[in-house]
């Protein structure tokens, strides 16, 4: 959100290049806002996960790396934060069990084969009459 309000996002994604020889004031602006994007990217991180990017002077690389690092479903974070998801999933007021369900099921295909992997059981229990007859008259 503050790297959009910052005006750097698109440095940051690789969307905006950096701007081959022209006017100084327009290069000057794109210098500027990847030093805004490096700097609201690292000042984000934990004195710990800073250590992953300490030299990386360029946003897109430094996000590339955050982003393998700690939001990949084959890193163990990236694998909790879908675990988390499932676990605090639940019917929203305008969805079917069968779309609740589907859900459910993606969240199983994604961590299908890692350590983390959902087994059958937590959704055995949800399959179960008593906890589908609570959930329809929610």
């Not at 996002?9 to 905006?16: D, H």
């Not at 990236?78 to 099921?105: K, M, P």
């Not at 983390?116 to 007859?133: C, D, F, M, Q, V």
Request: hydrophobic letters at 40%; aromatic letters at 8%.
């Amino acid at each position: 959100m503050f790297l959009r309000a910052q005006n750097p996002l698109a440095i940051t994604l690789g969307e905006e290049p950096e701007p081959a020889a022209g006017p100084v004031q327009r290069r000057s602006d794109w210098i500027m806002r990847k030093g805004k994007a490096l700097a609201i990217i690292y000042n984000s991180c934990m004195i710990v996960t800073q250590e992953h990017v300490e030299d990386v002077n360029r946003a897109r690389t430094m996000w590339h790396i955050l982003k393998e690092k700690f939001d990949s479903n084959n890193s163990y974070p990236g694998q909790l934060a879908v675990r988390r998801s499932f676990n605090q999933s639940h019917v929203q007021s305008a969805q079917t069990i069968e779309d609740y369900i589907a859900v459910l099921l993606m969240y199983r295909k994604t961590l299908a084969g890692t350590d983390n992997a959902i087994t059958e059981e937590p959704l055995r229990r949800i399959y179960s009459p008593p906890y589908l007859r609570a959930m329809t008259t929610m």
